[in-house]
């Protein structure tokens, strides 16, 4: 942090240059908050840059633009109208048109939005800041009485958080400090240091700090679909962050299944939580490295994780990292009973998942992929041969910005499944997408999903070959 300072500083300056001489659109919160275009922090929305992952490291704080102060200067300098107002960003996602080709029809349908998200998100102090996700789903897939519907849905979103640095803490119990930018370090100017701890508690993403973010894709996840009360196909999402077992439920009571595609332990949409973080600057090698530690709820279980990332050389328009997870989770699904699949059993079983991940960015192109392994244990021995106890998912995902206002994506998903051997298929897909940037916070796009496998019958993974997008993603 401390060596990169100068080039933190570098773009800070040049940010803020750049916005006072282009006029700022209509720009969500942090952009308002420091007066800076979107592409500051993202290459296009929701990717973010290095300085937009370092922006998020630190607590959603740029160190030399912090305000000792806190929301109490700010209120004074904006006025509490304009505070309230940089606080709050809209976000509407989703679908305007969808046809789906499965074997024996083409389904095509005008569809209304998806998502509807306020954020409402700012640094209260230096070192604290908070970030809130209210979220509307007119189409929201849910468990009821023993079936799926779709239902209107309102309520907190994926994430709800607050951010805390607790560098001073560690000051105080006799570690050395530092200050910089109004940002507490611990460690010395030369020598070893670190920023953070920082703790990120709430409703949490983790992986926020992984080299393959779940939450940061240009390419966004397919409706699941329903149909009589059963899922009838599963959402094109990246196979490596999936449940990927075939059989298993969330919980014993309810019976819901857990279904295969649902993005689960560290890779969670979100899901309550504390994460501890710090990035370390001369430690045991040369490059800058992330350390996460944490502990995660999930269904009636819970989860401890640990992940580690190295970024190396930084230069210009080029960044790349590394990172490798090891996440034990405790009791978090049901196997399903022996003698009847289609219900729970009375056994909770444990899961660990490992895997690693590496993105690279070079002017236009950013590449990042995972590879995740998952693994249960304690399932009933009634089960025998009849469930495969590991699984594997590899996700790879190109972006290439060919123009200002147009940015080309394309992701490729393989799910070598795991679980009740007489259910489990293995899925590969294939997505493009072209996303038009009609002003930096309006876009459309269209996408096009190909199912590489043969289409099998009845099976919510492989019952489609084709599916095509037509939507919109637009950020106030
Ligand atoms: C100072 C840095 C900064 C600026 C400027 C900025 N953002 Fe962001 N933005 C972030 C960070 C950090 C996140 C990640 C939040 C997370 O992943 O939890 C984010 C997330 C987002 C997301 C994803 C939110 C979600 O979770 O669904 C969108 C969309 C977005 N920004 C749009 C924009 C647009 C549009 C602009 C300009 C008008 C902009 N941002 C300007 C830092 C910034």
């Given at each position: ?101 499965s074997p ?126 059963e899922v009838e196909r599963f ?11 075939f ?13 295969v ?154 799910l070598?499944a795991?679980?009740l051997?007489d259910e489990k298929q293995d899925g ?23 199912n590489?496998r043969s289409t099998v019958e009845h099976n919510p993974l492989r019952e489609w ?12």
């Amino acid at each position: 942090m401390l060596r990169r300072s100068p080039v933190l500083l570098a773009l800070v300056t040049a940010g803020i240059g750049f916005a006072y001489v282009q006029s700022v659109e209509a720009v969500p919160a942090f952009a308002r908050q420091y007066d800076l275009q979107c592409n500051v922090c993202h290459t296009r929305p929701p990717r973010l840059n290095s300085f937009g992952e370092q922006f998020h490291m630190m607590g959603f704080q740029i160190p030399s633009a912090a305000r000792p102060g806190g929301l109490g200067e700010s209120i004074k300098d904006k006025g509490l109208a304009q505070t309230i107002l940089d606080t709050l960003a809209f976000r509407m996602e989703g679908g305007i048109f969808e046809s789906t080709k499965s074997p024996h029809d083409t389904e095509s349908r005008f569809v209304p939005p998806e998502e509807f998200t306020l954020f409402v998100t700012r640094p209260l102090l230096p070192d604290l800041s908070f970030f809130v996700e209210i979220e509307a789903e007119p189409n929201a897939v849910v468990f009821e009485d023993g079936r799926f519907v779709t239902k209107g849905e309102v309520g907190l979103g994926k994430e709800a958080f607050f951010m805390a640095n607790l560098g001073q803490v560690l000051g105080l119990i006799g570690a050395p400090t530092m200050q910089m930018g109004n940002q507490t370090m611990v460690g010395r100017h030369g020598g070893f240091n670190m920023h953070g701890p920082m703790l990120m508690a709430g409703k949490i993403d983790p992986s926020t700090n992984f080299s393959y973010p779940t939450n940061r894709q240009l390419i966004a996840a397919t409706e699941t679909e329903v149909k009589a009360g059963e899922v009838e196909r599963f959402p094109v999402v990246p196979y490596a962050f999936t449940s990927k077992f075939f059989g298993l439920f969330k919980d014993r009571d309810e019976a819901e299944p857990q279904l295969v595609t649902d993005q689960v332990m560290y890779n969670t949409p979100g899901a309550p939580g504390a994460d501890f973080h710090a990035m370390l600057n001369n430690f045991l090698i040369d490059h800058p490295q992330v350390i996460q530690l944490g502990f995660l709820r999930e269904n009636e279980g819970w989860n401890a994780y640990a992940a580690w990332r190295v970024d190396f050389g930084e230069r210009d328009q080029s960044a790349f990292s590394v990172s490798a997870l090891i996440n034990w989770g405790f009791g978090v699904a049901w196997a399903p009973d022996p003698t009847d699949h289609d219900r729970p059993s009375d056994r909770r079983i444990d899961r660990l998942r490992y895997g690693v991940a590496a993105n690279a960015r070079w002017k236009g192109l950013d590449v990042y992929g995972a590879l995740i392994r998952d693994q249960v244990f304690d399932l009933p021995s009634g089960l025998g041969g009849e469930f495969d106890r590991t699984a594997t998912g590899l996700t790879l995902a190109l972006d290439y910005l060919a123009h200002e206002q147009v940015m080309l994506s394309t992701r490729f998903d393989q799910l070598w499944a795991g679980g009740l051997r007489d259910e489990k298929q293995d899925g590969s897909v294939f997505s493009l997408q072209v996303k038009y940037f009609l002003w930096q916070n309006i876009a459309f796009f269209a996408r096009d999903s190909v199912n590489l496998r043969s289409t099998v019958e009845h099976n919510p993974l492989r019952e489609w070959r084709n599916q095509v997008v037509l939507g919109i993603d637009w950020d106030f």
